[in-house]
C-alpha cells in the first residue's frame, strides 16, 4: 500500500471517530434549553433568548467540540446593540446564578475581552462559551454552513485540521495559538488557492462588510445575507466553465501542510485574505497598518478584524513547526499507521483507531473494523431537526420573537429550495 493510500484510509478512520454522534447533538440541544431556563429565570434578561451559534450551527464540530451561546437580549423585530459595560453586567448576572444554580464547573468571567466572554463546564464536560447580542457570530456560522455546499470536502478538512492542531497543541487563543475559527478561514484560503480553486474569493459570496449589514430589523438583515450569498453560491456552482478538483481527502491534507509549513516566514510580511483569496503585502494594505500582530488572517465578514490576533510570535514559530514536522512524518518512507495516528489525532482519540503495522486494501489485521458507534446522520436530516426545534417561524419582520424560542440557521430548506441549482428555464 502506497503511503498516499494509507494516508486516505487513516483520515477516513479518524473523520469515522470524531463525527459527532446522535447524542452529541442531543446533549448539546439539552445544554441549550437548560441555559434558556437559567436566563428566563433573571429579571434584567427578562424575554431574551438563548441561541447556538460557532461550529455547532456551521456543523463544523467533533464529538468533544465547545458550544458557542449568544444571549440575544429582547428589543421586538431590531437588532439591538448593546455597549460593552452593559454586556458586562448581564454576565454578571448569569455567572451568579450558575453559582447559585450549581452543577456548572469552571466558570470563568473574561469581562476585558474584546467581546466579553463567559466560560464554563457543562455536568457532560462540554466546554460552553456564552457572549451577548452576537448575531454577527451566529451569521458567520451560517455562512461557514453554506459554503460546505459548494464542497463536501471542506467539513471534512476543518474536523481533521482541528483534531491534528488539538494533537499539537495549536488550538488554544488562551496561550498565543490559534482559535478554532481561524483554523477553519485557512482551510477556506486553501480550497481558495488550490489548483484548481474549490472556494471562489469570499467576496464573491459575499461583497462587502456583513457585519456591517447587520441593522435594522433582524429578519431583514438576516434575509438580506442569506439571499445574497443564496444567488452566489448557486451562481458559482453552476458555472459549467469552472475546472474541477479532483484531489483526494489526502492530497487536500498533504497540501494544506505544505502550504503553511512556512507561516511564520511568509507572516511577517504578508497576511492572510479569504475575502480575496489570496496572501496580500501588508506594507501595501492601508487596513493592516500598522503592523502589531504575528501573524494576520482577516476575518473576511467583519474586515479589517484579525482573527488571529492572540498568536504569540513565539507560538507562531511552533504552529509553523508543527505544520514542517507533521508534513516530513507524512512523508516518512518507513510510516505506518501508527505512526499517522500519532501525528494526527490525540492520544485519546487514537485508542479508538486500529493501528496495525500495515493494512491491506480497507481491511484490518483482524478483519473487523474498530466498534464506534454509527455516526451522526447526514446534516441535511440533522438541519430538519433544527427546524423542529422552532415553536414557530417569525412570523414577520415586525413580530416580536417568543421568549423560549432557540433560532439556529434555516439550513435544511435553504438546502432544498435555495442552494441547489436551479433550471433557469
Request: aromatic share 8%; glycine share 4%.
Given at each position: 500500500?502506497?503511503g ?65 451561546i ?17 454586556k ?19 466558570l ?23 457572549s ?23 467539513r ?39 489548483v ?13 462588510n ?29 458555472d ?5 478538483n479532483?484531489?483526494s ?5 498533504m ?81 505506518d ?23 491491506c ?30 415553536s ?34
Amino acid at each position: 500500500m502506497s503511503g498516499g493510500q494509507l494516508l486516505e484510509l487513516t483520515l477516513r478512520d479518524i473523520l469515522q471517530v470524531i463525527n459527532p454522534l446522535r447524542e452529541d447533538w442531543s446533549i448539546r440541544f439539552y445544554i441549550i434549553n437548560e441555559l434558556q431556563a437559567v436566563v428566563q429565570s433573571i429579571e434584567s434578561l427578562r424575554g431574551a433568548t438563548v441561541e447556538p451559534f460557532g461550529s455547532f450551527v456551521s456543523n463544523l464540530f467533533t464529538r468533544w467540540g465547545d458550544l458557542d451561546i449568544s444571549i440575544e437580549l429582547s428589543n421586538g423585530s431590531h437588532i439591538l446593540s448593546a455597549g460593552k459595560k452593559h454586556k458586562q453586567m448581564l454576565l454578571n448576572d448569569v455567572l451568579r446564578v450558575l453559582r447559585t444554580k450549581g452543577g456548572w464547573r469552571n466558570l470563568h468571567f473574561f469581562a476585558n475581552a474584546r467581546i466579553p466572554i463567559l466560560k464554563l463546564e457543562t455536568s457532560h464536560s462540554i466546554s460552553c462559551d456564552i457572549s451577548i447580542n452576537n448575531l454577527s457570530g451566529q451569521m458567520k456560522s451560517k455562512l461557514l454552513f453554506w459554503m460546505n455546499e459548494i464542497d463536501g470536502r471542506f467539513r471534512d478538512m476543518v474536523l481533521l485540521i482541528k483534531e491534528w492542531a488539538k494533537a499539537h497543541n495549536i488550538n488554544d487563543p488562551k496561550f498565543g495559538s490559534l482559535n478554532s475559527y481561524s483554523l477553519s478561514l485557512l482551510v477556506v484560503f486553501h480550497f481558495q488557492t488550490c489548483v484548481p480553486a474549490i472556494f471562489p474569493p469570499l467576496k464573491e459570496i459575499y461583497p462587502g462588510n456583513m457585519v456591517d449589514d447587520l441593522i435594522g430589523v433582524r429578519a431583514l438583515a438576516e434575509k438580506h445575507v442569506e439571499e445574497t450569498c443564496a444567488v452566489n453560491i448557486n451562481r458559482y456552482r453552476s458555472d459549467s466553465s469552472r475546472l474541477t478538483n479532483h484531489s483526494s481527502l489526502s492530497q487536500l491534507f498533504m497540501s494544506f501542510l505544505e502550504k503553511f509549513s512556512d507561516i511564520s516566514a511568509k507572516a511577517a510580511t504578508q497576511g492572510i485574505s479569504p475575502y480575496t483569496g489570496q496572501w496580500e503585502d501588508i506594507d501595501t494594505n492601508m487596513r493592516w497598518l500598522p503592523k502589531t500582530y504575528a501573524v494576520f488572517i482577516e476575518d473576511p465578514f467583519e474586515q479589517p478584524v484579525n482573527t488571529a490576533r492572540t498568536v504569540s510570535n513565539k507560538q507562531l514559530a511552533r504552529i509553523s513547526n508543527s505544520f514542517q514536522t507533521t508534513l516530513n512524518m507524512v512523508n516518512a518512507a518507513n510510516q505506518d499507521q501508527s505512526m499517522l495516528v500519532s501525528a494526527l489525532v490525540r492520544p485519546q482519540i487514537s485508542q479508538f483507531l486500529v493501528k496495525p503495522p500495515f493494512r491491506c486494501q480497507s481491511s484490518h489485521s483482524n478483519g473487523t473494523r474498530p466498534q464506534i458507534p454509527r455516526a451522526m446522520q447526514p446534516a441535511g436530516r440533522v438541519q430538519d431537526q433544527f427546524q423542529n426545534r422552532r415553536s414557530q417561524k417569525r412570523q414577520n419582520e415586525t413580530n416580536q420573537r417568543p421568549a423560549q424560542v432557540v433560532h439556529i440557521p434555516k439550513v435544511h430548506s435553504q438546502v432544498q429550495q435555495v442552494w441547489r441549482p436551479r433550471s433557469e428555464s
